[in-house]
């Protein structure tokens, strides 16, 4: 039996009920449906937008460059914001492990965590006066992000802010501001005293 002719049967019997009158409306029963079908509709957008969102960490994830530099572009906050997404820390646990390898347990290395932001003003932030703030806040947080999950001792961990002030190219548009959004994590290796 297909669903069509259920749904025409069904009909059927609900207009021969004795209980049946002109003015019963067989879509009363049909509205609680719709409902349901709205909601569950919605649900499945907001939950869609909701992961794919999620997964928006920029993928180039990091690169240790021959100067032992770490380079950390995409989206790991939210726009004007220091607060770490929740799919930043995955990427940040691999950063973490890459570290760790480069410096090989040694005790004898400095983390350098140095944030930068494009040229682009904040207006009446409620949290942060500008961009060097921001940049030294996020910073602040990677470094944070490492200590509180134990991967590096505090005294082994160093923040810097560079607000816009060191692009990495020229801010006029907005693929370039985007670019110049970025952590940079230089390793210095100290000798032993």
């Given at each position: 039996?297909?669903?069509?002719?259920?749904?025409?049967?069904?009909?059927?019997?609900?207009?021969?009920?004795?209980?049946?009158?002109?003015?019963?409306?067989?879509?009363?029963?049909l509205?609680?449906?719709?409902?349901?079908?709205?909601?569950?509709?919605?649900?499945?957008?907001?939950?869609?937008?909701?992961?794919?969102?999620q997964?928006?960490?920029?993928?180039?994830?990091?690169?240790?460059?021959?100067?032992?530099?770490?380079?950390?572009q995409?989206?790991?906050?939210?726009?004007?914001?220091?607060v770490?997404?929740?799919?930043?820390?995955?990427?940040?646990?691999?950063?973490?492990?890459?570290?760790?390898?480069?410096?090989?347990?040694?005790?004898?290395?400095?983390?350098?965590?140095?944030?930068?932001?494009?040229?682009?003003?904040?207006?009446?932030?409620?949290?942060?006066?500008?961009?060097?703030?921001?940049?030294?806040?996020?910073?602040?947080?990677?470094?944070?992000?490492?200590?509180?999950?134990?991967?590096?001792?505090?005294?082994?961990?160093?923040?810097?802010?560079?607000?816009?002030?060191?692009?990495?190219?020229?801010?006029d548009?907005?693929?370039?501001?985007?670019?110049?959004?970025?952590?940079?994590?230089?390793?210095?290796?100290?000798?032993?005293?």
């Open positions: 039996m297909s669903i069509f002719s259920f749904n025409a049967d069904r009909l059927k019997s609900m207009e021969s009920h004795p209980d049946w009158t002109e003015e019963d409306n067989w879509t009363d029963t509205f609680p449906f719709a409902n349901l079908m709205i909601l569950i509709l919605v649900f499945t957008i907001f939950y869609n937008f909701y992961t794919l969102n997964d928006r960490v920029a993928h180039s994830i990091y690169e240790i460059d021959t100067t032992n530099v770490i380079t950390l995409g989206n790991l906050f939210g726009k004007g914001e220091a770490l997404l929740h799919a930043a820390e995955k990427e940040l646990f691999e950063v973490a492990s890459a570290i760790m390898e480069k410096m090989n347990r040694n005790g004898n290395w400095q983390i350098r965590v140095e944030g930068h932001t494009s040229n682009i003003p904040l207006r009446n932030h409620p949290s942060y006066a500008s961009n060097w703030d921001l940049s030294v806040t996020r910073a602040n947080a990677i470094a944070r992000f490492f200590i509180q999950n134990d991967m590096f001792a505090p005294d082994q961990i160093q923040i810097m802010g560079y607000g816009g002030e060191k692009p990495k190219v020229p801010n548009r907005d693929e370039n501001r985007k670019l110049n959004e970025r952590i940079e994590i230089r390793l210095v290796e100290v000798s032993a005293e």
